[in-house]
């Protein structure tokens, strides 16, 4: 018979097959187990009190700071969030994240240079966290603000 | 050029070649055996766990962490968390029952039938002290997730050493790292199950199995022998 396969050759795939799926079957989980934390949390917002308003200087970025408690994989630890508020009329609240938007270095306001400084590869933004000058792509993150109860309020992910 | 030009070279070929692959694969896959039964698959189906074993334990240490305040949440992490988890962790949990249970049984038929006999002592002394080991793994990746059960079982089965004469003491202390069971212990026992265990179970089944081709296997015993 032409079309026909040794018993040998059958055999011989078979156990090819088989050991193919038991690899399979060691493969696929340990990809997703080892991909698995890659996945985007998908952590709630929350608004933050983070003072008084009276605190905000017109016209210049003022920093704030907050505790968040996060959890990553196991551990789950408070965090310090900074926030940078402004406001030109004392009315409307912007909020700045502090973290370069080039590599995710720290900014910090310098008041004498009217600018947010990073200190990586010395870029610069503006008091509304447009690039003034250097690498980043795009201005500073920002947060939502609002004032409730003669405090500000920052919308955070938590 | 002394190659025909009608012969295709393929893939294996070339390998053969430059490996002497073919050699190696008729070697091991297509060697003469005896006629023989399913209980001769024991000692395969004991290294087939062994890899698993081996495979699983590698994905259960990338997020392991062998210490008093994570252990216990990195497991439970791993288990009900990570994607896939409880499969790597169960395959590794029932992997590690089956080995044991393997190798006794492994063990049994080889003594049943005579097999470590001359000229296999070797063999047979390889496959004593690597179920000495798989013991060894069992013992010490019991303690390993760090819950109740582990710590208890640990407490009681590292005690055992303490009625050994005069030295036991001793003995008992080098098993915990100290008085008691501690961080010492579970690093200890994570270093072990981990990298002592694992570098002593490769050399030993490298000379078992180099041994059991070689040799050859031994047909089941006649009713005149």
Redesign the interface.
Known sequence: MADSISRRKFLSRVTLAIGGAIVAG?A???V???F??ARKSDRQREWRPLGSPNKVELGTPTLFKTRVERTT???TQEEEVSVYVFTEDGRNFTGLSNICTHLGCRVRWVDDQEAFFCPCHNATFGKDGRVASGPPPRPLDTFEIMVDGGQLLVNLEV | MHEPIDQPASTTTWLDERTGSRGIYEAIFLRKIPKINWLFTLGSATLFVLV?QF??DI?LT??YVPSVQ?AY??V??IDS?????W??RGLHHWGATAMVALVILHMLRVIFHGAYKYPREITWVTGVLLLLLTFAFGFTGYLLPWDQEAYWATTVGTRILEVVPFFGDFLLRIARGGDELSAVTLSRFFGIHVWILPALTLLLVAVHLFLVVRIGISAPPKKED
């Open positions: 060691w696929v989980p340990a997703a187990y080892i698995g934390p994989g196991w551990v | 698993n495979v699983t994905l990338v997020y994570d949440d990195t439970i992490y968390t990570l994607p896939m988890g499969l790597v």
